[in-house]
């Protein structure tokens, strides 16, 4: 934790601890950097200390997106397992169709899954309400999920850290300063806030999200999802959530109670529960859904130098001009524990390395888009 007899200059400071900033300060201290990890309220207090932290794949017909989630999906099992067992549980998941369509969607999806999985049916799982399992589901063996505030404590293992910092960045003399404190290097983990620095080509926005720990006897042997997620149970308690909420006019005690009967209709066993905490949030996210990592760059000295780009033009990542040290990590959407190890790590050995990051996942992606619109907002 921040020592107020510690030197108020670092190399990296990373604004926000969500698991994106919690990541991303773990990886950059093994780069050899000092690090400080700063947040308005403290340690997962956002949508990252609400998620149910599953590590599930995504299922697609084999794009782009379904390929980076199920790269960062292989990188957290091992992650995790490896720097955080204690909080890591590899029950499994079963995934349940909602309906005939929906399980006619999923053959469609099977010959692009690159999952180890099996299609199993309501026989091998009497605890699931057998109604829900009627098209069927399939069940991968690997996946899992961590608690988030186990894993959160974890990897911020000789991590300085302030809480209550909420002065705006401004860079001067070479340094990007946050009230005392000042490092060459910024690292924006602010997840669906506003950012604090100017970026008029990124639209972050937010989708609330809540999720309730339930105390219960049921036997849960492993995690399930269909139109809800319900974890396995594990020493007494089952997690289930979260929720994504878009323009729902119910109250959120409306929404949780909903979520708690959806449970039991899935798993009659959770008739015994008793509800023990709940947890909310705002996710950050992007238009494409892809996650965010990478330097920045500054809109207007970029439309001077390129213009407006035409179509297919794709300039590499040193033809921009950066805002000068400032770098973003974030857009995890629903899956931020998925996403977190392998995006942080590419984050920092860019960083470390001045090596261009995934440009799937690069910001400038939207700069481009951004420029060739004539810099509207």
């Not at 200059?9 to 990890?37: E, N």
């Not at 980076?68 to 995790?80: K, V």
């Not at 590899?90 to 969607?105: F, H, N, S, T, Y």
Request: with cysteine; hydrophobic share 40%.
């Amino acid at each position: 934790m921040f020592s107020r007899s510690a030197p108020a200059r670092y190399d990296t400071i990373v604004a926000g601890a969500g698991i994106a900033g919690v990541s991303a300060a773990y990886w950059l201290g093994r780069t050899g950097r000092r690090v400080l990890l700063l947040d308005k309220k403290g340690l997962l207090a956002g949508a990252s200390g609400a998620a149910g932290a599953f590590l599930s794949p995504r299922l697609g017909r084999g794009g782009d997106l379904q390929q980076i989630t199920n790269e960062a999906y292989r990188f957290a099992l091992a992650f995790y397992s490896r720097t955080v067992p204690e909080a890591f549980f590899q029950k499994g998941l079963v995934r349940i169709p909602k309906d005939r369509r929906d399980a006619q969607r999923f053959s469609g999806f099977e010959p692009f899954i690159d999952i180890p999985h099996r299609r199993v049916t309501a026989a091998e799982y009497p605890h699931i309400a057998a109604a829900a399992m009627e098209e069927g589901a399939f069940y991968f063996p690997d996946a899992a999920f961590v608690d988030p505030m186990t894993v959160a404590r974890k990897l911020t293992e000789g991590v300085e850290m302030a809480w209550g910092v909420q002065r705006p960045p401004r860079y001067e003399g070479g340094l990007w300063r946050l009230g005392r404190f000042s490092a060459p290097e910024l690292v924006l983990a602010t997840g669906a806030d506003p950012l604090p620095v100017p970026v008029p080509y990124l639209r972050i926005g937010g989708l609330w999200g809540e999720r309730v720990d339930l105390r219960s006897e049921a036997d849960i042997p492993v995690s399930l999802h269909r139109n809800i997620s319900v974890s396995a149970n594990i020493d007494g308690t089952v997690r289930v959530g979260a929720t994504h909420v878009r323009n729902d006019t119910r109250s959120e005690i409306e929404r949780i109670n909903r979520l708690i009967v959806d449970a039991v209709a899935l798993v009659p066993g959770l008739s015994d529960q008793r509800l023990v905490r709940i947890y909310a949030g705002y996710r950050s996210s992007v238009a494409d859904h892809f996650p965010l990592a990478g330097p920045l760059a500054d809109a207007a000295a970029a439309k001077e130098a390129l213009g407006v780009p035409r179509r297919g033009f794709s300039p590499g990542p040193e033809d921009l001009p950066r805002i000068r040290g400032c770098y973003i990590i974030g857009g995890f959407g629903g899956r931020g524990f998925v996403f977190a190890p392998w995006i942080g790590k590419m984050l920092a050995d860019s960083i470390a390395s001045n090596e261009a990051v995934d440009p799937r996942v690069s910001p400038d992606r939207f700069l481009l888009r951004y420029l060739r619109r004539g810099m509207k907002s």
